[in-house]
């Protein structure tokens, strides 16, 4: 068995990213839930990531060159 590997979590004002893990390892604490309008549901779920990067900008894409996405992925 191998050991898990947590979550890299990027959050912009407009966007919250996090690396694709299978987070049954990663979730920590119990599942709170709240009805919302229009049949929507807010899930709060605790969990353990491996590293938090914010960024103020959400301009991450310029293809011409590496971004905090490229950085996110490779480590």
């Known amino acids: 068995m ?3 590997d947590y979550p890299k979590i990027l959050e912009t004002p407009h966007h919250f990213w996090f690396g694709p ?7 920590q604490g ?3 839930t709240e009805p919302l309008p229009g049949g929507y549901v807010k899930v709060t779920k605790t969990f353990v990531a491996k590293s938090y ?3 103020d900008s959400d301009l991450l894409y310029d293809f011409a ?3 905090l996405l490229d950085k996110q992925s490779k480590n």
């Open 2 to 4: 191998t050991v898990p």
């Open 30 to 32: 119990d599942t709170k």
């Open 21 to 27: 893990v299978d987070l049954t390892h990663a979730v």
């Open 53 to 55: 990067t914010y960024s």
């Open 65 to 67: 060159k590496p971004n």
